[in-house]
T-cell receptor, first 116, second 115 residues
Framework: SAVISQKPSRDICQRGTSLTIQCQVDSQVTMMFWYRQQPGQSLTLIATANQGSEATYESGFVIDKFPISRPNLTFSTLTVSNMSPEDSSIYLC?????????????FGSGTRLTVV | GENVEQHPSTLSVQEGDSAVIKCTYSDSASNYFPWYKQELGKRPQLIIDIRSNVGEKKDQRIAVTLNKTAKHFSLHITETQPEDSAVYFCAASRDYGGATNKLIFGTGTLLAVQP
């Protein structure tokens, strides 16, 4: 399966600031997804990062708050903007390998964000 | 919109017993159903998956069954061991590998295997 490097692994940020999270994949992937996992909760999809076009956002998530970049088939960033304590969560990227025979969707190690 | 329900939310079993976790999905176009195991502080790890053209899949102590008519799928773990203790998530998506293949996750099941 694809190997994903996600950075930073954790951060403590002041409210009102922004944080950019990066995901680098060791192979080209067609789809990259960004999820949020609040403490003790399930994974909620924020958006699908499309290479060469704007990201597709899920209900309740907007581009101004969570801008996403996808400059190529191996890299994506998610920015959490104008942060508030409610944004404290774990953010994870996920990929689907380009080969249809590959083994499922793989997750990055996550970014644990605390907003104070 | 798409929804995946998962039950139970917590499950405690004795070592050696079986554990069953059940999920129901709402999108009849879903055709890919993975299960993830998440240990505390770690990323979700895929443990088994099934596509809609099969009804059952087994991998050692783990099996998944799918009933497309009822829109149900289940995870079965036999001969449970303490290291099976974790949170398990089911998920569903349509069109694996295509343009509409986002995963929708269930709410999770905390499995505790008592030694």
């Amino acid at each position: 399966s694809a190997v994903i490097s996600q950075k930073p692994s954790r951060d403590i940020c002041q409210r009102g600031t922004s944080l950019t999270i990066q995901c680098q994949v060791d192979s080209q992937v067609t789809m990259m997804f960004w999820y949020r996992q609040q403490p003790g909760q399930s994974l909620t999809l924020i958006a699908t990062a499309n290479q060469g076009s704007e990201a597709t956002y899920e209900s309740g998530f907007v581009i101004d708050k969570f801008p996403i970049s996808r400059p190529n088939l191996t890299f994506s960033t998610l920015t959490v903007s104008n942060m508030s304590p409610e944004d404290s969560s774990i953010y994870l990227c996920s990929v689907v390998p380009a080969s249809s025979q590959a083994y499922g969707y793989t997750f990055g190690s996550g970014t644990r964000l605390t907003v104070v | 919109g798409e929804n995946v329900e998962q039950h139970p939310s917590t499950l405690s079993v004795q070592e050696g017993d079986s554990a069953v976790i059940k999920c129901t999905y709402s999108d009849s176009a879903s055709n890919y159903f993975p299960w993830y195991k998440q240990e505390l502080g770690k990323r979700p790890q895929l443990i088994i998956d099934i596509r809609s053209n099969v009804g059952e899949k087994k991998d050692q102590r783990i099996a998944v069954t799918l009933n497309k008519t009822a829109k149900h799928f289940s995870l079965h773990i036999t001969e449970t061991q303490p290291e099976d203790s974790a949170v398990y998530f089911c998920a569903a998506s349509r069109d694996y590998g295509g343009a509409t293949n986002k995963l929708i996750f269930g709410t999770g099941t905390l499995l505790a295997v008592q030694p």
